[in-house]
């Protein structure tokens, strides 16, 4: 499975981006507002990828960090929800965003992604209304929640949730880590140190 592509942004278009990663390129999906944070082309770029296998289609989304990673999964997992559809929600809304209206139960908010009407966005917000609470996306909440793609934080924070450790557990153990070896810290010395937190 691919997990994350690094490499120049060869060309885009409304709702894709191709990246080339040493001579191959990649056909990547994205939200309008991870197709927006890519830049120019030429431009060197990390994203944090989904690879997704139906009977007659194989496809790659990109994200512009692990959170919108996890949101997206989260919203895929509700029934009537495709990637298409969720990724029309991640371009209306940010992850903050998201995450507020998920908790609040606020349905008019995300019935503002296009295609997504009452019906459904009333069985996002209370499918995900208890699992907003443990993402790690609202600013200032403890750890590295606004750390960019692509960093040595963001990535530990992956690493330790594909170990099968909750999101908010993840990024609190991170965050210890950080605190402990300063924010120049390697992936690796990271998510030795945040496992430590977690087990001790």
């Not at 944070?37 to 296998?53: I, M, N």
């Not at 099968?164 to 992936?187: I, Q």
Request: hydrophobic content about 45%; glycine content about 12%.
């Amino acid at each position: 499975m691919i997990a994350k592509l690094t490499g120049l942004l060869d060309d885009f278009g409304p709702d894709w981006a191709v990246i080339d990663v040493n001579g191959v390129g990649y056909l990547v999906h994205c939200s309008v507002k991870t197709l927006a944070a890519l830049g120019v082309r030429g431009d060197r770029v990390t994203l944090h990828t989904e690879l997704q296998v139906s009977e007659n289609d194989m496809r790659l989304i990109g994200f512009g960090s692990a959170g919108e990673r996890e949101w997206f999964r989260l919203l895929t997992g509700v029934q009537g929800v495709g990637s298409k559809m969720a990724l029309a929600v991640l371009s209306a809304l940010s992850t903050e965003e998201l995450q507020r209206a998920c908790a609040g139960g606020d349905v008019a908010m995300v019935s503002r992604a296009q295609g997504v009407g009452t019906k459904i966005a009333t069985r996002i917000v209370n499918e995900l209304k208890d699992k907003a609470g443990g993402l790690p996306t609202i600013p200032g909440a403890p750890g590295v929640a606004t750390a960019p793609a692509g960093s040595a934080s963001a990535d530990a924070v992956s690493a330790l949730q594909n170990l099968g450790f909750k999101p908010n557990v993840a990024t609190d153990a991170v965050a210890r880590a950080l605190d402990e070896l300063g924010d120049g810290a390697g992936l690796n010395d990271l998510v030795r140190v945040a496992l430590k937190r977690v087990a001790g």
